[in-house]
């Protein structure tokens, strides 16, 4: 049963092929014996599983259907589930057991889906490679030596190596989608305020989005028409219809018009992750796509943009971890400073506190204009190349990363050479556009990711496109060896 897709699920689950207290069992033993090897999980939550599955079954036996009605979860550690720990892969929250569910896991679990625990990440999402949680890395299933990509490192890696169909995870600067074309997934980051963030413990709260992890297209609409919607307890949140993603999905392409950024094919850019990304190219052009250069002439600045913008957010959003109210507490404080000090310099790892020391230089009385401001206002061109770009092509298209996986530790001592890797990724978010990566290859056996990104909420568009695109080809159907 592992092998099953979340829309293979849905109809097992429907004609009564399975339980879902079996599918659950399953599972669960799956991962008991397998995650040892890739440290995918943080926390199991068997007990609340197999309640949730036996209650999803006796739902469908009066009669109730939907196709996440009984089917498996797994949430990144920084959506807050009542009674379980939400570490956001910290020492800081360690022992914090949130008293509410976020948004999305109501959702989740108000459509029947099934919790069997929380995912690792890099502590409070900041990362590229998943190796900064308090918890210890994550391991690529692809090649154990290999990093899974971060921040959503756990869910992309559980996913990998089918310990369950599909997770939640969440995109700063790239986290879904990054992860997912290192480990041969489908990620979805959907337009900002698609997705509530209410519950979602934020690292940069004008840039992080949920969004799914899986396999396929067809199983990311699926989770995203549970995900998706308006909440009044989040402000970001857009009250904008919410289509029927998987009723769009197999749109004819006939006269798609598709934008190949020339920024994109430069320096940096592995010259066989290029061949794949043409490969794509061709393959969609067979669908009936009509493919055409186009330029982001700002996409240069987007990195130092937005490693001003995020640790700036985030050096604010993280003051609430002080020792006091909840969280970690040094021992034995010899005053309220030292409580402060010691309480936040050995809750937070490096990275951590790395990226608050620069968000609070940024903010700072004498720089905020000359680094803050200014990244601001780098942002708005970024956005403003967008839409130009958008004048003329109804797609995006290029790779999510420069290259493939790295090994475990190889730019653990450069932050800066991590911080390249998601040069395609960070603008979307700048920009809040929704973009997608899918499976496209591989390269010296570690696999390769293409990205699309689309005008504000065509998540459906997205979605639609790498249906297609998976329809004619079979990247996303390979596993990796032992799993």
Known sequence: MHELTLAEIARGLADKSFSSEELTG??????????????????????LALGQARAADARRAVGETGALLGAPIAHKDLFCTLGV????????????????????????????????????MDEFAMGSANESSHYGAVK??????????????????????????????????????????????TGLKPTYG??????????ASSLDQGGPLARTAEDCALLLQGMAG?????????????????????????????????????????????????ASVKELE???????????????????????????????????????????????????????????????????QRRIMVGTYALSAGYYDAYYVK????????????????????????????????????????????????VYTITANLAGLPGLSMPAGFVDGLPVGVQLLAPYFQEGRLLNVAHRYQQVTDWHTRAPNGF
């Open 85 to 120: 720990r939400t570490s956001c892969g910290s020492k800081m929250l360690d022992n914090f057991k949130a008293p509410y569910d976020a948004t999305v896991v109501a959702k989740l679990a108000e459509a029947g889906m099934v919790t069997l625990g929380k995912t690792n």
């Open 230 to 278: 308006f909440d009044t307890k989040d402000s970001t949140s857009i009250d904008e219809p919410v289509p029927d993603y998987s009723a769009t999905l197999n749109g004819s392409l006939q006269g798609l018009r598709i934008g190949l950024p020339k920024e994109y094919f430069g320096a940096g850019l592995d010259p066989r992750i290029a061949e794949l990304v043409q």
């Open 375 to 422: 990244a601001q206002q780098i942002r708005r061109l970024i956005k403003n190349d967008f839409m130009a770009a958008f004048n003329e092509v109804d797609l995006i298209l290029g790779p999510t990363t420069p290259n493939p996986a790295w090994k475990l530790g190889a730019k653990s001592s450069d932050p800066v050479a991590a911080y390249l890797e998601d």
């Open 26 to 47: 399953a599972l669960l033993a799956r991962v008991k014996q397998i995650d040892p090897q890739i440290n995918s999980f943080i926390s199991v939550t068997e007990e």
């Open 194 to 203: 698609r997705v509530s963030r209410w519950g979602m413990i934020a690292y």
């Open 286 to 352: 067979k669908l009936g796509a009509v493919v055409k250069e186009i330029s982001l002439p700002n996409m240069q600045h987007a990195i130092p943009a937005y490693y001003v913008i995020a640790p700036a957010e985030a050096s604010s959003n993280l003051s609430r971890f002080d020792g006091v109210r909840f969280g970690y507490r040094c021992e034995e404080p010899k005053d309220l400073t030292d409580l402060y000090k010691r309480s936040r310099g050995e809750g937070f790892g490096a990275e951590v």
């Open 140 to 185: 690529n299933p692809w090649n154990l030596e290999h990093v899974p990509g971060g921040s959503s490192g756990g869910s992309a890696a559980a996913v990998a190596a089918r310990l369950l169909p599909a997770t939640t995870g969440t995109d700063t600067g790239g986290s879904i989608r990054q992860p997912a074309a290192l480990t041969n997934l």
